[in-house]
Each structure stands twice: as C-alpha cells, then as structure tokens.
C-alpha cells in the first residue's frame, strides 16, 4: 500500500473541522487566488471567440447550431448547457466558468494531496494556475483546461488505486470518472491518456488487477461513446472520423517538427497560430518551458535513485509518462499550435516540478543554508509569475481586441438588415452569425458545410451577407454582383444581394 505523508492529513486519532482547515486551507488559497485573477483579467470586457461561438450554438436555444467539425467533442458543450440554456448573458457565462474552473483546480489537485502532501500539492497548483493560458482559459467555453484537470485528477486516483479496502474503491470510482470526464471533453486526448495507465496495468503487479483494468477502459468508452456514436452517425465510423479529422488539422504526421517550432512560437500568444510564421518569445519569457524538460528529466531522476525510490517514484514517473503521451500529437503531427494545447501537460508536470523544488529547498544540510535556498527559489518563482502576469495582459487585450470586432460586425449587419431567420457566410463567418442571431455557412476551408449553390438559394429565401476579408483578392463567383457594405472598426466587407 501507498504509504502516506503523515503531514498531508490529521495526525492519527483526530478528526473535525480544524484538521479538515489545516489541511485544505494551502490548495483552497491558490483556487480562491485563481478565480481572483480570472475575475479580474479575463472576464471583463470579453466577448465571445470564434471556437466558443461554436460550442455555444450547439446548446444555445436562441442561436442556430454551426458546424461542428469532426475533431471537435461535445464535453464542454455539456459543460455551459445549463448556464447558456438560463441567459445569453456572457458575463454571468464567465463568472461561472471562472468559479467552476476555481473548483476544479482545487478537486484535482486535492486528489494529490495525500501523494505529495499539502505543500507540494499546493506549490504544484501555483505553477499550473500561475500561467497566463491557464488563467485565460479559465472563463472560456474551451475543453483545454477542463481536460487538463480531468486528466490530472485520473492520474492522481490511478496512484492511488494501489490502496486496499474502501480507499481503493473510492480511488477506482475516482479514475472512472475522471476518464470518461476526460473522453466526453476531447475524446482523442483521453485515448492517449489512457495508453501510459494500461501500459502500467500490464508492467506494475500492483496495478494488474482486474478493477483497475475495468475503470480506465469502462471510463474511457462512457465518456466516449458519445464521440463514437457521432462518428457512425455524421462521418461513417471511428475510422473515417479519425481521416476526416487529419484532414480538418492540416495532415497530422506531414509536418514532423513543425509542431514542436510552432508551440515554442506561440508560447506567449497568439492563441491561435495558423500558420506560424511568427518570431519566438524572448529567452527571458521562454525560459521556463525551455528548461521544463530539464526539471522534468532532474525530477525523474531524484525519483528513481533517491532514498525514497521504489514505489514512490511511481508518484513522479507516471504523471511525466502521461503528460508526454498527451503532449506528443501536439508537437509532433501538427504543422501549428496554440498554447491551450499543452495545458494537460502543463497540468500534470507540475507535481514532480513541485516536488523537486521543495526537495531542493529541504535537502540543505543547515538552517542557513535552508533559508538561502528557499529564498532563491521564492525569487524565481516570483520573477516567473510577473512574466506570466504580463503575458495574460497582453493576451487578454488581444483576446478582447479580437472579440470586440466580432460583435461590431454583427451589430453593422443588423443595422443593414440581417435579422433571424438570416445567413452569414465567409471566412469569419461562425463568430459574426453567432452574435447576429444567424445561421452560418461556409464553402471552403476546414468548416466547408455548404456549396456555393446552397448559400445563392438560402440568399433568394432569407437575407444574407458574405463577410469578405479585404486583404484577400478572391471575391466568390455568386457574389460578384451583389452589394459591398464597409464594416466600420474592423477590416471586412459585407457584400449583401
């Protein structure tokens, strides 16, 4: 069995609410500090982004659904029904999220907390939560961070699962959960979450037991038998999904590097970078993801050849284990990236980062020598998180920035005569229709729903609007003699029959 960090609960014997605050109070001050700056920074102001739009309309009873392309899965539209299904208000969205995702950060990581104690528990919970995409993904209908927790969470009951009795049992229901959690937000991601678990139930007489088996497989297919099903339905098998997909993302496995130039690009912004042909960040804004895989490689190593190897390392190898198998089709099949996509690996590299600096702060020989370190490593830490608080205000101008365009056009295509029953189309065409209150359609590109006989027959039935991008010389056949309207604050055209 696990053995326990005696300092992560009650001392034998005690219980009630004073143990409870003792051992909760670390973790809840980072969730609390976590919503705090959501609250701040990345609810204001902030209207919705074109993968949020999309998302929404799935669940919004007062929009038309987009099309929802075949990577995309249905968990975080679950997730906001409730909420979108009360108000269209955005800001009651966004504060909801932001203590949603607050409470989540705290179950997962509380899930550690007898594996590491509450220190580094808590420590691991700053380094995720200190990061500005972890705060600006906080409040955004995105499935990233909420995969990124449920996977850390699994991990962590997956470690736990080697206790007997009622612990196990709870740990079991604790992965089951987990998983499906993770499969019903993005189902690809949970597949590979999963290899490194059944991989460790094959090699780890501890972990080869017939219930562990059981909960990540019967996880894996609750959470996606609904990803399955659509696949059947809408694209004619898993298989053809799978294609469809690889196709939507450019060609996953032709770009071998790609992935990897193009996550250290975007590393602080843009959101999206397709194509990435920007400049990297500056080293001192770089510094910490470059040396990661350095701290990551220095944790395992303590792990495996320290006094408390053994069992124990398994605490810091599997969680590394996962978040390489979760990172990996991100750096390596992708030709772009986003930073949203590492965040699951963010999320579980934390704890044996954490690990290792509390190691590095306890191991000094004196109290001196103690204190110099700690307060060594509290500086770094400090200088991390200012560079982090300013990359989220950035991040979040842009974002805001972004957004603001979105609902500008929208309110011009009003002033111009599109009212539901209506059709927006063009490449920005999902974001705009959603805040006009119009369907949205699209003849090419990674959302092509349409033709472009479909979009002249629905312009002779109900009114109609082609966003068109003026930088770009193409104007489409059909709407060669229709009407170019200028949309005042952003850079399109809106061509009306």
């Not at 909420?146 to 969470?153: D, E, F, N, R, Y």
């Not at 999902?430 to 119009?438: D, S």
Request: charged letters at 15%; hydrophobic letters at 50%; proline letters at 7%.
């Amino acid at each position: 069995m696990v053995t326990t960090d005696r300092r992560a609960g009650a001392a034998p014997g005690t219980t009630g609410a004073p143990s409870l605050l003792r051992r909760t109070i670390l973790l809840a001050a980072v969730a609390l500090a976590y919503a705090a700056l959501q609250l701040c920074f990345a609810v204001a102001h902030m209207d919705l982004g074109w993968d949020e739009s999309v998302y929404l309309s799935q669940v919004d009873p007062r929009r038309p659904a987009a099309f929802f392309s075949a990577p995309r899965s249905r968990g975080v539209t679950v997730l906001v029904a409730p909420v979108i299904a009360l108000t269209p208000s955005v800001t009651a969205l966004r504060v909801t999220l932001a203590l949603a995702s607050a409470a989540a950060l705290y179950a997962a990581f509380a899930v550690w907390e007898p594996l590491l104690g509450r220190a580094r528990a808590a420590l691991a919970a700053l380094l995720f939560a200190g990061l500005w995409i972890t705060v600006l993904s906080g409040p955004e209908v995105m499935p990233n961070l909420w995969v990124a927790l449920a996977s850390l969470a699994a991990v962590g009951w997956f470690l736990r699962a080697r206790d007997d009795g009622p612990r196990r049992r709870r740990a079991l229901v604790g992965l089951a959960a987990s998983l499906a959690a993770a499969a019903l937000l993005r189902a690809p991601d949970a597949g590979w979450l999963a290899l490194p678990l059944l991989i460790a139930c094959a090699g780890v007489p501890d972990w080869r037991r017939p219930a562990t088996v059981a909960a990540v497989t019967g996880g894996l297919a609750a959470g996606g038998a609904q990803w399955v099903a659509e696949a059947y339905v809408r694209f004619g098998g898993v298989g053809r999904r799978l294609s469809v997909s690889s196709g939507t993302e450019g060609g996953m496995g032709e770009h071998p590097g790609a992935g990897l130039r193009a996550a250290y690009r975007a590393l602080n912004g843009p959101q999206l970078c397709r194509p990435c042909h920007i400049a990297g960040p500056s080293v001192t804004h770089a510094l910490w993801w470059l040396l990661l895989p350095a701290l990551t490689a220095a944790a395992c190593a303590l792990a495996v050849t320290g006094r408390r190897r053994g069992r124990r390392a398994a605490v810091t190898l599997l969680p590394v284990a996962c978040a390489l198998a979760l990172a990996a089709p991100y750096l390596l099949l992708l030709d772009y990236s986003a930073p949203r996509f590492l965040l699951p690996a963010y999320a579980l590299l934390a704890p044996p980062v954490a690990g290792l600096a509390l190691h590095a702060a306890g191991a000094a020989r004196t109290g001196r020598t103690r204190l110099a370190v700690s307060a060594l490593l509290g500086a770094v830490l400090a200088a991390h998180l200012a560079v982090q608080a300013g990359e989220l205000r950035v991040n979040t101008a842009d974002a805001r920035d972004t957004t603001v365009r979105y609902r500008r056009a929208a309110q011009e295509l009003g002033r111009l005569g599109l009212t539901a029953p209506c059709l927006v189309t063009g490449p920005r065409a999902q974001p705009v229709a959603y805040a006009a209150g119009c369907a949205s359609a699209q003849i090419a590109g990674n959302n092509r729903s349409h033709t472009a006989a479909d979009i002249v027959r629905r312009a002779s039935r109900i009114p109609t609007a082609l966003l068109f991008d003026t930088k770009d010389p193409y104007l489409p056949s059909y709407a060669r003699d229709w009407r170019p309207h200028p949309l005042p604050g952003t850079e399109w055209l809106a061509y009306l029959p």
